[in-house]
């Protein structure tokens, strides 16, 4: 079964709010997350990475904060803009193998 | 920055027919390449790990003889759907991770949406 989940399927926020979406993992091995952005139609697209030895990231007004004693990962996005609306997925690498596990997903609908 | 290609970007053929969906690095080799699906708003699948120069890994619950696989060079892996039925419409999408490690980031290709009438 997966074990990556995301809390909130859908996120609605409004233009220049801040937004925050997170995702749990229950396998303690896994050594690397990465949040990736897909819009309609599209194949996943790179957000930003981070890896268990790190609890915080960040990248252009996105930050990642992992949690390893809860398995808890966020993705936050600054001064969120209506091209944010997307779906979000968070992927875990476990043993250092490329293969990825993925999260369920979270849409995120951005109002003018 | 990397860059992976697929092609077709859509396809619909009738039922019974077969379709081969192609998936290339364009700037950087890759002798692992991933096939995943994805069903309207689920999460991506992974269905097999393409390795060049041996076969192909599938995942559990995942046809080997349905879902064919080919890593024909560093570049190119293709996805070749058999005897494609309605249950077969999907997103067809690859991946190829740049460099030798396995936690360098996987770029994914655009996808191919299949359908199947």
């Known amino acids: 079964g997966e074990s990556v989940g995301l809390h909130l399927p859908t996120l609605s926020v409004q233009e220049g709010d801040n937004s925050i979406i997170n995702c749990a993992y229950s396998?303690?091995?896994?050594?690397?997350f990465i949040w990736y952005k897909q819009e309609s139609g599209k194949g996943p697209q790179f957000i930003i990475d981070?890896?268990?030895?790190?609890d915080k990231r960040q990248g252009q007004r996105v930050t990642v904060l992992l949690n390893k004693t809860v398995k808890h990962l966020s993705l936050q996005i600054a001064a969120t803009q209506p091209g944010d609306s997307a779906v979000y997925f968070c992927?875990?690498?476990?043993?250092?193998?490329?293969?990825?596990?993925f999260g369920k997903g979270t849409m995120l609908l951005v109002s003018p | 920055g990397a860059v992976v290609s697929q092609h077709p970007s859509w396809v619909i053929c009738k039922s019974g027919t077969s379709v081969k969906i192609e998936c290339r690095s364009l700037?950087?080799?890759?002798?692992?390449m991933f096939w995943y699906r994805q069903f309207p708003k689920k999460s991506l699948m992974l269905m097999a790990t393409?390795?060049?120069?041996?076969?192909?890994?599938?995942e559990q619950g995942v046809e080997k003889d349905k879902f064919l696989i080919n890593h024909a060079s560093l570049t190119l892996s293709t996805l070749t759907v058999t005897s494609a039925h309605p249950e077969d419409s999907s997103f067809y999408i690859c991946?190829?991770?740049?460099?030798?490690?396995?936690?360098?980031?996987?770029?994914f290709g655009p996808g191919t949406r299949l359908t199947v009438l």
């Open positions: 981070i890896r268990s030895n790190m």
């Open positions: 396998n303690s091995a896994s050594d690397y």
């Open positions: 991946s190829a991770p740049r460099g030798t490690s396995g936690t360098d980031t996987q770029y």
């Open positions: 992927a875990e690498n476990i043993g250092g193998y490329s293969t990825l596990t």
């Open positions: 393409s390795n060049e120069g041996s076969k192909a890994t599938y």
């Open positions: 700037d950087f080799q890759a002798t692992t």
